[in-house]
């Protein structure tokens, strides 16, 4: 079965405090995804990417980045966290050629105070 | 703008009755969707697919519907158990990478 491992299930943090946020999956999956899930708004794309050291913005980019230096692994950050950051953040993975489904981690619910 | 919709927050059911979820999308271009099911603090998991090409696909309980002239899908889950009480997503892709969700639904099935 694939594998998509968050590192962490709950976090908090400090506004303006560097936040990352790591994923990894060992299905050697070419696309990865970050998403966040706030109620009433579904879940909404972050970042994607492709293949190593590329990436896409998704629809709300603003206030994140994203890292991509190894096949397996897809890490986010919030370069200065911020109160509207509170989320719950979720990664995905899913093989390259397209039409296939989305393989997700547990999520990180984050908490910036 | 939202491109997938779901119009109904919240669905409660009886045990053992149908159970039908809804979506809605807007871009005609859309030509993959999913239903995921989710649990608090859980992931979402993979419930069913359908391709454009197709306008139903069933999976023991779990059917799907695709009507591309309404740009409406359905999820009907027949017959509902009380493990069926989660969040569902609907997602849609043109691409077959990028997927766009729905707000959600979350079912209750009651005993």
């Known amino acids: 079965d694939v594998k998509v491992t968050q590192s962490s299930r709950y976090l908090v943090k400090r506004t303006g405090e560097k936040v990352f946020l790591e994923c990894v999956q060992d299905m050697d999956h070419e696309n990865m995804f970050w998403y966040r899930q706030d109620p009433g708004l579904g879940l909404r794309l972050i970042y994607f990417s492709y293949d190593v050291k590329m990436k896409e913005k998704g629809d709300i980019p603003e206030g994140y980045s994203v890292s991509r230096e190894k096949k397996e692994r897809f890490s986010l950050i919030l370069e200065s966290a911020s109160t509207n950051q509170t989320s719950m953040y979720l990664c995905?993975?899913?093989?390259?050629?397209?039409?296939?489904?989305?393989?997700f981690g547990s999520g990180t619910q984050l908490s910036v105070l | 703008d939202q491109q997938v919709k779901q119009n109904s927050p919240s669905l409660s059911v009886q045990e053992g009755r149908i159970s039908i979820l809804n979506c809605d999308y807007t871009?005609?271009?859309?030509?993959?969707f999913l239903w995921y099911k989710k649990y608090p603090a859980e992931g979402p998991t993979f419930l069913i697919s359908?391709?454009?090409?197709?306008d139903k696909n069933e999976d023991g309980r779990f059917t799907v519907f695709l009507n591309k002239s309404a740009k409406h899908l359905s999820l009907h889950i027949v017959p509902s158990q009380p493990g069926d009480s989660a969040v569902y997503f609907c997602?849609?892709?043109?691409?077959?990478?990028?997927?766009?969700f729905g707000t959600g639904t979350s079912l209750t099935v009651i005993p």
């Open positions: 871009n005609s271009m859309f030509d993959y």
């Open positions: 359908i391709s454009s090409i197709k």
């Open positions: 997602a849609a892709s043109h691409t077959g990478n990028q997927f766009y």
């Open positions: 995905a993975s899913s093989p390259r050629g397209g039409y296939e489904k989305l393989f």
